[in-house]
């Protein structure tokens, strides 16, 4: 294992570009290009904003508790609280999604308000993103926003990989809503 690690960790330098801005450049460029669009989709809006009326109330011992259950049954697809986030019509649209980009994202999923997962495309290894800059810098900031993640070998996905993250605002009534998050395979930014 810690050959593997290793023969990772030299694998992600070598697959960097030689500056951040270039990284921060490609994945922005594949942001406008490749997901943008389904930020917009009425899947995917329908699920965060049903989603945020059964959380709005939830304050920070729900959401533990609900990370904590969520964290013992990863594995466990079957798991109540893991279907009904990747077993939806929303998380469908984002496998579909995955597979159309032919390996360049490696993962998609969307949150609600608080943070929580909505939808994903596979389980991600926590349910509570709200304590991550992938939400903090997205949803926090406001509609606009968008957030570069750090070149990474990923937990959920075993791939090295960098994370998108942007703003979902509902454009009927123009507020955010939620958040979106992609892990973009390295092989797509070079």
Request: aromatic share 6%; net charge negative; no cysteine.
């Amino acid at each position: 294992m810690k050959k593997l690690m290793s023969g990772l960790a030299i694998a992600i330098a070598a697959m960097q570009p030689v500056h951040a801005d270039e990284t921060q450049q490609a994945m922005q460029a594949f942001l406008t290009d490749n997901i943008v669009s389904w930020a917009s989709d009425p899947t995917i809006i329908a699920a965060i904003e049903a989603q945020n009326i059964e959380t709005s109330g939830f304050d920070q011992a729900k959401i533990d508790e609900l990370d904590r259950l969520w964290r013992g049954f990863f594995g466990i697809d079957d798991a109540e609280i893991i279907a009904s986030v990747i077993r939806t019509p929303a998380a469908d649209f984002l496998r579909a999604q995955v597979e159309q980009s032919g390996g360049a994202i490696t993962e998609a999923f969307v949150m609600d308000a608080r943070g929580l997962n909505v939808a994903a495309s596979l389980p991600t290894s926590d349910y509570w993103q709200g304590d991550e800059a992938k939400f903090q810098q997205t949803f926090l900031v406001g509609e606009t926003a968008v957030h570069f993640g750090d070149v990474e070998l990923d937990a959920s996905t075993q791939q090295a990989q960098a994370q998108v993250s942007m703003t979902i605002v509902n454009h009927d009534t123009g507020v955010a809503i939620g958040a979106l998050t992609v892990g973009i395979n390295l092989n797509a930014l070079m």
